[in-house]
């Protein structure tokens, strides 16, 4: 079993960037699939972007591609998200989640753990 804790939200104008980070307690956080979802009022939660368990690939939804950064850092059983040229649209709360699945799945289903969210706040 693995606890997820997300960081790094906050409020920012348009235009701007902020890095989400997601600790994860235990020492098997190398077998874990990571990925970021996120959820904003009144919507369904949508994937953002996922990592394999090496960090060899990444995914992005397309509405991300070019602007965020999935990385991870095995050895401090960290993931990361760096969010640059942000958009109010991107205002939502993030969630990171792990699967043990051995394919990267864009489905919250697909997640056995997840964190608590951490507010994203873009202002135009």
């Known amino acids: 079993q693995v606890q997820l804790v997300e960081s790094g939200g906050g409020l920012v104008q348009a235009g701007g960037s902020l890095r989400l980070s997601c600790a994860a307690s235990?020492?098997?956080?190398?077998?874990?699939?990571m990925t970021w979802f996120r959820q904003a009022p009144g919507k369904e939660r949508e994937f953002v972007s996922a990592?394999?368990?090496?960090?060899?690939?990444?995914f992005y939804a397309d509405s991300v591609k070019g602007r965020f950064t999935i990385s991870r850092d095995n050895a401090k059983n960290t993931v990361y998200l760096q969010m640059n040229t942000l958009k109010p649209e991107d205002t939502a709360v993030y969630y990171c989640?792990?699967?043990?699945?051995?394919?990267?799945?864009?489905?919250?289903?697909?997640?056995?753990?997840w964190g608590q969210g951490t507010q994203v706040t873009v202002s135009s």
């Open positions: 990592i394999s368990k090496s960090g060899s690939s990444t």
């Open positions: 235990g020492r098997t956080f190398s077998r874990y699939v």
């Open positions: 989640a792990a699967s043990t699945g051995t394919v990267v799945t864009t489905t919250p289903s697909g997640y056995d753990y």
